[in-house]
C-alpha cells in the first residue's frame, strides 16, 4: 500500500477488526481489550507516503449477525464518511480477513480484491469464534472477490473455490532497508550489543502455541551458552521467560529494527510448525533475515522449501540445535552473498507492479462490462 501511495493513489488503510476476541477466561483477553482501545483512540491518522490509517469503532463479536450487522453499518458509516472527505469514490475493496467479508457491497466498489495469508479456520487459539462461521466468511469472501492473492504456497495449492481468480502473491521484501545490516558502518542497537555472544535471534509475534518453547528448553540445557533474544508483542503464559538465556525485548520500530538485527549472530524461526495454523505461514521476516545476508535457521514451512539452497530448513528439534551450530561455524565468504541474491529481485515494488498489472486487467474487463 505505501507503493501505491507513493505512486499517487488515494489509499485508506483500515487496520484489522480482528476475528473476534479469546474467551472470557483467556489470559490474554484483558490486554487485548486495552490495546483495541487504544486503536479507537488514535482514530485517522496521516502516513508520510499519504496513507490514511484509520482505526474505526466495531463490536469484537461476529458469532451473531446481529453483531455483525452492526460493524457492517458502523464500519461502512465510519469508512465511507473518511472516503467523502479524501474524495475517494468507487474505490478498489482489499480486504485480508474473513470477518471483512460483510463489507463486500459496502462501499460501491469497482473491485474486490481478497488477500488470504492464513488458514483462518485453523486459528482456534487466540479468538473464541466458531470456526465454521470463519469457514463461511472466508468462502464468501471468495465466491465475491475479483481477484484471490494467496500469500503461501500451501494455500495456493490446496485452494478449490475462485481457481480461474486466484493468484500467489508471495511475500515481499524491503531489500535496501535490511542489506544495509551488513554494513559494518551500522552501530548495533545496545540493547541488544549489551547481551553476550553468540546470539541467537528472532522478532515478531511471540505467543506460547507459536514458538516452540520445547526447542528453547533443549537449547538451555544442551547449549547453555548461547543468547536467545525475542523482540515483539509477548503474550502471557510464555514457559521460557525465566531461563538465563532467553532475553525479551519490547516492540521495536520497523525503522531501526535493522540495527536490533545487526546484533544477531543467526536469525531464526523457531515455530511449532506441527500446529497445523502454523504449519501455512509464509513469514515475511525470512526473507527479511535473508536480506541482511546472516544465516537462518527456520522450521519446516512450505513457503520456503523451494529456498533450501539458502536457507537451512530444521526437521526436528536436534537438527534445530545441530544447524545453528553450523550456522554460528559458518566461514563461507560468498555464502552472505548468496542469501541476499536469492531475495534482492522479490521487493514491494515488483509486488506492487505485479498487483498492479492484474488490478488494471479486472477494472479494464469491468468498465467493458458495464459499457
Known sequence: MRKFARAGNKVIFVNSISMGLPSLGHKDLLPRIKRKLGSYSKLARETEEGITVVSPASLPFF????????????????????A??????????????????EMIGAFDESAVVYQVSDKYDANTMDHATDPALIRRLHEHAIDAA???????RKLFNEATRGCDRSYLLEQGVDYDHWQRVGDVTMAVAPEVANIPRPRIGYFGAIEPWLVDQELIKRAARDRPE????????????????????????PPVAYADLPRFAAGFDVCVLPWETEQSFTSYGS?????????????????????????????????????????VDEALAEDDPQARARRQAAVARGTWDARAEYVSDLLEKVLGNTNQTDQ
Request: net charge positive; charged share 25%; aromatic share 10%.
Open 226 to 249: 548461547w543468547h536467545w533474544i525475542f523482540i515483539g508483542n509477548k503474550s502471557r503464559g510464555l514457559e521460557i521467560e525465566d531461563l538465563p538465556t532467553t532475553h525479551f525485548l
Open 283 to 323: 513469514a515475511i521476516k525470512v526473507r527479511e533475515y535473508l536480506a541482511t545476508g546472516k544465516p537462518v535457521v527456520i522450521a519446516p514451512l512450505a513457503e520456503y522449501e523451494p529456498m533450501g539452497d539458502v536457507l537451512r530448513i530444521a526437521r526436528s528439534r536436534e537438527e534445530f540445535l545441530r544447524l
Open 146 to 152: 475479483d481477484l484471490i492473492f494467496y500469500s503461501g
Open 63 to 82: 458469532g451473531t449477525a446481529a453483531a455483525r450487522t452492526v460493524n457492517r453499518r458502523a464500519i461502512s458509516a465510519q469508512i465511507n464518511r473518511l
Open 84 to 101: 467523502r472527505r479524501r474524495g475517494l469514490s468507487r474505490p478498489i475493496l482489499w480486504i485480508a480477513i474473513p470477518t471483512a467479508a
